[in-house]
């Protein structure tokens, strides 16, 4: 059962990962600036206040986040972060060019640059990468110099945001709409962008987005 200090945490995290305060994410929202304020989170007499539907729907149509991933954010908060880890982070133009992964989508070697990202108690802690976002074909939801976390290991659902390379090189950013044994079918993340269906003869590897820091 979701505990309400669980659900406002996952608000902040919310919040925190795409570069607001919470009261800056109620604002983009379209409501009241106090709505996630601390004080608003217990009546007068202590009693806890739990957000509504509507302001937790507002605030994913704002940021473009799925339900899966304000549920991701839930399970990460339930597994109590201690402490930080070190993971690679690397480019859209390294992540394109032969040599740098794995036949399982894991970077190769140890010259990356580093970043420090929050320990979590989970199978999909190991082989963490950051990668960082350059050009204009994820906007407007992830922008020029955004890092995105990546998970090889966990499972993919549809509705989750993806990163995936094909056998020809090419490594995009999408999410998953529908994959059975011949195909993946992916929504692009900019409407300039077209969606696509690709074979799964033609997949290198693809990889989860768990986490966006911009």
Not at 74 to 98: L, R
């Amino acid at each position: 059962m979701l505990t309400h200090e669980q659900i406002w945490h996952t608000i902040d995290r919310l919040a925190t990962s795409f570069g607001y305060s919470p009261s800056g994410l109620a604002k983009q929202a379209g409501l009241d600036p106090t709505t996630f304020n601390k004080s608003k989170r217990f009546g007068p007499e202590g009693k806890p206040r739990w957000p509504s539907t509507e302001s937790i729907s507002r605030i994913l149509g704002a940021t473009g986040a799925t339900m899966s991933d304000f549920l991701a954010l839930v399970d990460e908060t339930h597994s109590a972060p201690s402490g930080d880890v070190t993971i690679p982070v690397i480019g859209f133009a390294q992540a394109g060019a032969q040599g740098y992964f794995d036949e399982e989508g894991y970077p190769k070697g140890d010259s990356w640059d580093e970043i420090s990202f929050p320990q979590i108690s989970s199978g999909d802690q190991d082989g963490l990468y950051a990668l960082k976002v350059s050009g204009d074909s994820m906007l407007p939801l992830y922008r020029e110099g955004d890092v995105l976390i990546i998970s090889p290991k966990s499972n993919l659902r549809a509705g989750d945001r993806i990163i995936l390379k094909t056998t020809g090189g090419e490594v995009m950013a999408k999410e998953l709409v529908k994959q059975n044994n011949a195909r993946v079918e992916l929504r692009s993340l900019n409407p300039a962008h077209e969606n696509r269906k690709i074979p799964l003869g033609d997949i290198a590897w693809m990889a989860r987005v768990i986490w966006v820091s911009q």
